[in-house]
């Protein structure tokens, strides 16, 4: 990806805060989905624009079957969130292969199921990359031994991305799609078998686009009409295929498909009549979604992204945030790690310390996030604000090691708040850190690395908290938070590592 702007003083400047209870002005829902949709195409190691570009050739297919303009919007939004779902089965995937998710996932995606030798070999080219001949047949023998484990995965993805769409308020035919995504015509596909008709249209449609654009990214025009003929009357529904056959000659469309300005043309695919404006409360909803399928990445970080956006919020409650700012820190908050779907669960969930190649994927994240965010008109107030979680005031942050000057108080906030959920949460390997352990390390990086005024702040309302029920604090809620920490000995994995302040803070207690 190319990452050709950073959030420096001489980048994109902070938006001007809006006065708190002005009317935010006209949001189109479709600009927004559609530049989050980039943080899906990372997730599945697809190249950046797929479900855009997915999104054109299923829209074409829509119109061409004289769809109306409610059903053609409720497919529009099935396309670009076809892949809501694909987080929840990364961690899964890369313990399973013993490879990067984002790897094995594209190399699975071109692979005809209906091909046993061709599947074989796939799953042997996707097992232990990077292994001992030894380690790849052991990871490639344990894959074989689960006979439902592609069911699994592909159900685990299906109903995460349905949910999603479901309580992002889309109509039930959108959410039908997503969860039968990967369903085949001739009933070999997940996670139903379902079978030609039974198929719903709208999957029939999606699962056709996501081939499509797969194989035109691959290989131009000619690649995907190939593998749609191919695989017409097995995977696809045939008379769909001799719709999109038809296109063979109209190649200035097929050139528009992967045109560099096919995100701004997607935003025109939208019904006009049924558009969909979206105010801040959609934003937020919007907001908690995206904050699940961050969270959904890895089994490790349960409920990290709105913790983070509850603890930030009562840091500005604390200090006096207004309004807006108060909002903006709950989106950055709930946001922040947006990147981080782009580095592989490998290292996410390795257990132990990283080799340099992989700090240096997992220190890359935050620079994803701002690639995503500040290309979100709506989030742009606050895309800085996330994207600059883990710097310090005295520049050893990362990864552009900002300086005190360089970060407002927003952003200190969020710092504070991200390194105290990482320190207190419990993970399946570990007991968090009691709260007044994780706050003692917090006030021992007070002016130097942390806004020492943040820090008392978020004291401060954790002590309030703990007033509130009695005085408990370990192995109590505390903050509303939904676990606390125990103080039992804990150790480390790769994630945690780019949280904590000290290296030996990380030994048992
Ligand atoms: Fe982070
Ligand atoms: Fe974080």
């Not at 001007?16 to 989905?33: D, M």
């Not at 699962?207 to 097995?234: C, S, Y």
Request: hydrophobic residues 40%; charged residues 25%; aromatic residues 6%.
């Amino acid at each position: 990806m190319a990452i050709d702007q950073l959030p420096g003083e001489d980048s994109r400047p902070l938006a001007p805060p809006a006065p708190a209870g002005e009317t935010a002005p006209r949001i189109a829902l479709s600009e927004v989905v559609s530049s989050l949709s980039r943080a899906l195409d990372l997730t599945e190691g697809q190249p950046l624009g797929h479900s855009v570009r997915a999104c054109v050739i299923g829209m074409r297919l829509g119109a061409e079957l004289g769809m109306d303009d409610e059903r053609l919007a409720a497919l529009y939004y099935a396309l670009l969130l076809k892949d809501a779902g694909c987080s929840s089965n990364a961690s899964r995937m890369a313990a399973l292969f013993g490879s990067d998710d984002q790897a094995i996932k594209p190399q699975m995606k071109v692979v005809d199921w209906d091909q046993k030798m061709q599947l074989a070999l796939a799953t042997w080219q996707s097992s232990g990359q990077s292994a001992s001949i030894f380690t790849r047949m052991q990871y490639f023998l344990g894959i074989a031994r689960q006979e439902q484990v592609t069911q699994e995965l592909i159900a685990a993805r299906c109903d995460r991305g349905a949910d999603i769409a479901r309580r992002l308020g889309f109509p039930n035919e959108t959410v039908g799609a997503i969860h039968s995504l990967d369903e085949h015509w001739n009933g070999n596909g997940y996670p139903g078998g379902k079978r030609g008709d039974d198929i719903p249209l709208f999957s029939r449609i999606l699962n056709i686009a996501q081939t499509a654009e797969v194989f035109l990214a691959k290989g131009g025009p000619d690649e995907a009409l190939k593998v749609l003929r191919e695989r017409r009357g097995r995977w696809f529904d045939p008379a769909l295929v001799d719709l999109v056959l038809g296109w063979r000659r109209d190649r200035s469309w097929w050139s528009g498909v992967v045109a560099p300005d096919v995100e701004a043309h997607v935003l025109t695919l939208e019904p006009s009549v049924s558009a969909r404006d979206v105010d801040d409360a959609g934003l937020d909803r919007v907001a908690e979604a995206f904050a699940e399928i961050i969270d959904a990445k890895s089994p490790f970080t349960y409920a990290h992204s709105s913790n983070v956006a509850m603890y930030a919020c009562a840091i500005g409650e604390q200090v006096g945030f207004d309004a807006a700012s108060m909002r903006r820190t709950r989106r950055a908050g709930l946001l922040h790690d947006i990147g981080k779907v782009g580095v592989s669960n490998r290292i996410l969930d390795k257990n132990g310390p990283l080799d340099d190649a992989e700090r240096a994927a997992v220190q890359a994240h935050p620079i994803y996030t701002w690639e995503i965010l500040g290309r979100v008109p709506a989030f742009a107030s606050f895309a800085r604000q996330a994207a600059t979680h883990h710097e310090k005031l005295d520049g050893s942050g990362y990864p552009w090691k900002l300086r005190g000057d360089e970060l407002d108080a927003p952003a200190r906030a969020l710092v504070v708040a991200d390194i105290y959920e990482a320190l207190t949460a419990n993970r399946p390997y570990r007991a968090g850190m009691p709260v007044d352990k994780a706050l003692a390390i917090l006030d021992q990086e007070r002016g130097a690395k942390l806004d020492g005024s943040m820090v008392d702040a978020l004291a401060a309302s954790v002590q309030r908290e703990v007033e509130g029920r009695g005085g408990v604090v370990e192995g109590e809620k505390a903050a509303g938070r939904v676990d606390r920490g125990t103080g039992a000995p804990w150790s480390i994995r790769g994630d945690d590592l780019q949280h904590v302040p000290h290296p030996h803070t990380l030994t048992p207690s």
